[in-house]
């Protein structure tokens, strides 16, 4: 009978035949990526491309008119004691225009500021308690260079602080922003990062005790990460690159690199230390693990593919470097990979450290997890209930879970000096570090009826209430456009910023520029965008969750094909995603325990994160999901009943499943220190659901409800008997086992023997059932 021999066995037998091709052609493919990718640079998400709803209108209208926004700055000025008309007050003012105004870019050819606007020049620049005033002031240049020429006058306003005592001075705007957060938020990103692989490796050396072993999945990991890194600059050729994508990259592709790396080794050591020969191991290694990586890789995919349903470039930039990176991860997993244990062998054992064992029992499996077992698998019912209750208990607070767009208050530490600066500013200047821009394009600009709306415009503002001085409008250069901001009242992201943005898209703007023809005049900001962002989020939430679980449902039915695993996949899934979520919501919107995470609860989860957060976990909850029942699956098809098999296959696996989700936890953790609100959120709801997953699911409630379903579990409708058959192929069950004791023809009472390796029906196609002993097939003789 011909071998059977599944696609990740082929690839991996392939590879450790041609191991120096496979391991140059890897080297290769990293360097050209590498070049080819600094080759061509890396295209960045423009603010026309990030805008969705009206205010991406707004922004769109800027880049065909071919208009550069300048970098805005303000200084404010204030005292408590002090008021606008006192000559000491007036003098530090005219200090720091005459100090700004003096101010050269770095090579000295031209002036750093322009457009200068003095508070006292009647353009509402005063408090209304007349002890503070802001002055406002553009960068010379083009906004994204902008921070780069900052320096000169954060000096000059630094030195008129100092020349003036009685009075505060403080600066804040887009390119001293944009520096502080290169200075300091960035290197926070870098040192997050770098702090993960060395924390991944002490991990790795713990686990397996050698330092080569460790080694090997980090450097996996990072040549992934290092060539989606080429792939994704040619890719933003046609999709845009954001901000968080690197970061993304860098967490995701440690993540499941390691944990790909770690699948396939685990089992190719299992099989060497119970006597297979090293080419054996490492072709069982290939046709299991090798398999399981192919399907966990495929469904983490498939689950960030729905991002790209969204219509928002962040998540479609997001989905893209999630997918490279674990495209590029699976690829290197099956390819590299085994040619690299053919070449090392059992020296891959090489560097053992003192003190820690060389393997965790890797025949016998976990004892700690073998106790744990015994129970559950003797009181699945009472598990099942106490497990499913548990997480059923923590997904209950994410009902009512709160999602918005955080200010700098809320997003930043309150003790950060730009954070004190924003506040102050919103104190006396209700919406003005942040105002609603109505960017006005008129068929005729010079027509004095627009005039006359936009004076009209001012005076409705401001007699709602909810909109404030200084309201200015600007002409952008000899162009048909104009700019208008409005400051809100609010913070710039809570109900009162919103209801005042309604007020002036739904009855300011149509009762003065709406009712010319000829005139568009679409808002856009901070306020405006965060409502435009979340408003589209609403519209594409359902056809995304849709999306994530049919496919999912999908592969796990064609993977296995069975009915109920396909079912208990999704719904264990689901019950992980919503215990983050309601362990979020209890620490960063209610406040239980965010000290812990060295926060402030901002009271409000940020709106981008659930969304990302559902698709990422669903695809990386799969990662133990498949590797575990494809373990149980595989000594169900080699005649252990079905309780037998969920034991030794939660045995089996405990130890790379305890491994790689500590590895994986630890890492989102580190970025749950950074000092954005965000990112803690991204790495406490990552760490939460992965260590949930691997814990309480894994090890509790997927053995209970296996073993509740028994046979059931392995049901597959006869009208779905076309579905491929996607075993582990015959190298999972013909590899012989040396040290086993010789098979006998026949026992003593005539019958055939027990094998002593696995024994039990192979339950293949071939139409009889055989009882199974390493690579031998000994067909039982018809009854009678």
């Not at 009472?382 to 059923?392: E, K, P, S």
């Not at 149980?632 to 405990?654: C, F, L, P, W």
Request: aromatic content about 6%; overall charge neutral.
């Amino acid at each position: 009978m011909a071998s059977r021999r599944n696609f990740a066995a082929s690839i991996g037998g392939w590879s450790a035949q041609h191991r120096k091709t496979a391991v140059f052609g890897w080297l290769l493919f990293v360097v050209l990526a590498v070049v080819i990718g600094n080759m061509s640079g890396t295209k960045e998400i423009s603010k026309a491309e990030r805008g969705v709803g009206e205010s991406g209108r707004a922004a769109r209208i800027i880049d065909d008119a071919g208009i550069k926004e300048p970098a805005g700055e303000m200084v404010l000025v204030r005292s408590d004691k002090l008021v606008t008309e006192d000559t000491k007050f007036r003098a530090a003012v005219d200090d720091v225009i005459n100090r700004v105004n003096a101010t050269q870019v770095k090579d000295g050819k031209g002036p750093a500021t322009e457009h200068m606007r003095s508070p006292f020049a009647g353009d509402g620049g005063i408090s209304s308690d007349k002890h503070s005033v802001l002055i406002q002031f553009d960068m010379t240049g083009e906004e994204d260079k902008a921070a780069d020429n900052i320096q000169p006058v954060l000096d000059a306003v630094a030195e008129a602080r100092k020349a003036h005592p009685d009075v505060v001075v403080e600066q804040f705007g887009d390119a001293s922003g944009e520096k502080w957060f290169q200075d300091t938020i960035a290197k926070d990103f870098t040192r997050a990062e770098w702090t993960a692989v060395p924390l991944a490796l002490g991990i790795l050396l713990v686990a397996f005790g050698a330092v080569v072993a460790a080694l090997l999945p980090v450097a996996l990991a990072l040549t992934a990460f290092v060539a989606a890194g080429g792939l994704l600059a040619l890719s933003s050729r046609l999709m845009p690159v954001g901000d968080s994508a690197q970061s993304v990259m860098l967490l995701i592709g440690l993540a499941v690199g390691v944990d790909y790396c770690m699948f396939y080794l685990r089992r190719e050591r299992e099989e060497r230390a119970k006597g297979r020969d090293p080419e054996t191991a490492l072709r069982i290694a290939a046709a299991t693990s090798g398999r399981s990586v192919l399907i966990s890789g495929i469904t983490v995919i498939v689950a960030m593919a729905g991002m790209l349903l969204s219509g928002l470039s962040e998540f479609e930039s997001m989905a893209s470097a999630t997918i490279l990176v674990v495209l590029t991860a699976v690829l290197g997993s099956l390819t590299v990979l085994p040619a690299i244990l053919s070449m090392l062998g059992d020296r891959v054992d090489l560097g053992k450290i003192p003190g820690l064992a060389k393997m965790r029992r890797p025949t016998e499996g976990s004892k700690a997890w073998g106790k744990i077992l015994g129970v559950v698998l003797s009181r699945p019912k009472g598990t099942a209930v106490l497990a499913g209750g548990l997480l059923i208990a923590l997904t209950v607070p994410a009902i009512g879970m709160k999602t918005s767009e955080l200010p700098i208050d809320k997003e930043l530490p309150t003790s950060l000096s730009i954070v004190q600066t924003y506040q102050h500013i919103e104190k006396a200047f209700p919406g003005g570090p942040a105002p609603a821009q109505i960017v006005v394009k008129a068929t005729n600009p010079d027509d004095p009826r627009l005039a006359a709306a936009f004076d009209k415009l001012r005076a409705e503002a401001v007699a709602t209430g909810q909109m404030h001085e200084p309201i200015e409008v600007e002409r952008q250069g000899g162009t048909n456009v104009f700019k208008v901001s409005v400051p809100l009242a609010g913070g710039g992201n809570d109900s009162t910023s919103n209801k005042a943005l309604d007020t002036l898209r739904g009855k300011v703007i149509p009762n003065t520029l709406g009712k010319l023809d000829g005139v568009d005049a679409p808002v856009t900001g901070n306020t405006a965008g965060s409502v435009d962002f979340n408003d589209k989020l609403d519209d594409t939430r359902l056809p995304i969750f849709a999306f994530v679980l049919g496919y999912a449902f999908l592969l796990m039915l064609v993977s296995f094909r069975s009915i109920a695993i396909a079912v208990t996949a999704i719904v264990l899934n689901l019950l992980s995603v919503g215990a983050a979520y309601g362990v979020m919501t209890l620490v960063f919107q209610e406040g239980y325990g965010d000290s812990l995470v060295g926060t402030e609860a901002p009271g409000a989860i940020v709106s981008w994160i659930p969304m990302f957060l559902f698709v990422i976990l669903f695809g990386l909850s799969m990662d133990y999901h498949v590797f575990v029942v494809s373990r149980i699956r595989e000594a169900y098809d080699k005649g252990m009943d079905t309780k037998s098999a969920v034991s030794h296959g939660i045995r089996t696996t405990a130890g790379v499943v305890t491994s790689a989700a500590t590895i994986m936890v630890a890492v989102f953790g580190v970025f749950g220190t950074l000092s954005m609100q965000s990112m803690k959120q991204f790495g406490v709801g990552l760490a939460v659901a992965v260590l949930l997953d691997a814990t309480i699911i894994r090890g509790l409630l997927l053995p209970a409800v296996m073993t509740l379903l028994g046979d059931r579990n392995w049901y597959l409708p006869r009208w779905l008997g076309w579905l491929p058959q996607m075993d582990h192929g015959d190298e999972a069950i013909e590899a012989p086992a040396p040290a086993a004791e010789p098979v006998p023809a026949y026992a003593s009472a005539g019958g055939y023997g027990t094998p002593t390796y696995e024994t039990g029906r192979h339950r293949g196609g071939n139409g009889y059932d055989e009882s199974v002993s390493g690579s031998r097939r000994i067909p039982r003789p018809p009854v009678g």
